[in-house]
């Protein structure tokens, strides 16, 4: 039987959430990317696409620091696929992780947001996987029938998704083919949540442990709103808002962490937490301690 192969998305531009999603922590010594990644290796037994896209040098340098604690064998079949392309929407990290694998006899595609999957589920997965139908051109995991992530996706499917454009996924694919995929029922669980918001991050992070993470505190005080008008400015008129929480901005400085919190909301911010970021280490490091913390505080801006 020919190994399982897989694509794992991380290239998103995460415009509803903020800050870059995959980076946030999930669990001791795990980021969202790194724990989706572990929960693929678990099904995959062949190689493993990890496409990037934004903060890629970041999710790279975690993807590498990841496998250090890993067997030599599965850092010679992870690796990373940069998709340049990634604002014009999912289908072109899609197209870049099936390029990447263009031999595969099919791709089991995963999401770096849904780090929820159950062990048990993924292993029932594999075994609907090894055990399908010849006709069958996929195999998806379906809450009450409908199709959910994670989908394998056979060779034929191929050139459909090649076609892909824009934001549209295997799910625009599959919806061509119904009668030809294999459905695993797992019912409704925490398997399905993706992370698009911070009170779906909270809600998963408190359900499984990760908030109770030790950190180290970071100092809070007071600021005039118009001591950091500028740069608040400047992160609302970008491409993406840094927002880490509701009404709660995380800046990039040379200086140490620091909890900023304005007198008064300014344009729906009301706190500020600015720290340093000149390493992939020490980018990571803040978006760690930051989320913490936001935890810590229920996700309340004004209460560090």
């Not at 190994?3 to 795990?30: C, E, M, N, T, Y």
Request: hydrophobic share 45%.
């Amino acid at each position: 039987m020919p190994p399982i192969d897989a694509i794992v998305l991380s290239a998103g531009r995460a415009s509803r959430f903020g800050v870059p999603k995959f980076l946030l922590p999930a669990g001791q010594g795990h980021i969202l990317l790194t724990r989706v990644l572990e929960l693929a290796a678990r099904v995959a037994d062949g190689r493993i696409a990890v496409v990037l896209g934004r903060e890629a040098k970041v999710a790279r340098y975690a993807v590498e620091r990841w496998l250090e604690g890993q067997p030599p064998e599965l850092g010679r079949r992870v690796f990373t696929v940069l998709n340049r392309r990634y604002r014009f929407g999912q289908s072109t990290s899609l197209k870049a992780g099936m390029r990447a694998l263009a031999e595969a006899q099919g791709v089991l595609v995963f999401l770096a947001d849904m780090p929820a999957l159950a062990p048990e589920k993924l292993a029932q997965f594999r075994q609907a996987i090894q055990q399908r139908d010849p006709r069958a051109l996929a195999v998806a995991a379906s809450e009450q029938g409908q199709v959910r992530p994670p989908v394998f996706l056979s060779r034929p499917l191929f050139p459909d998704v090649l076609k892909l454009r824009g934001d549209l996924g295997a799910r625009a694919v599959l919806k061509a083919h119904q009668d030809k995929i294999e459905r695993v029922e797992w019912g409704a669980g925490p398997w399905f949540f993706d992370i698009d918001d911070w009170q779906t991050y909270q809600q998963l992070a408190r359900t499984l442990g990760w908030a109770n993470e030790s950190f180290v505190p970071i100092p809070c005080e007071g600021v005039r709103v118009s001591a950091i008008q500028t740069r608040v400015d400047a992160a609302l008129a970008s491409e993406t808002v840094p927002w880490l929480a509701p009404g709660l901005l995380l800046l990039t400085s040379k200086s140490d962490a620091r909890w900023l919190l304005l007198p008064r909301s300014y344009r729906g911010v009301q706190g500020v937490i600015v720290g340093p970021a000149q390493t992939p280490a020490a980018y990571l490091g803040l978006i760690r301690r930051a989320s913490l913390a936001a935890l810590a505080a229920g996700g309340q801006a004004d209460y560090p």
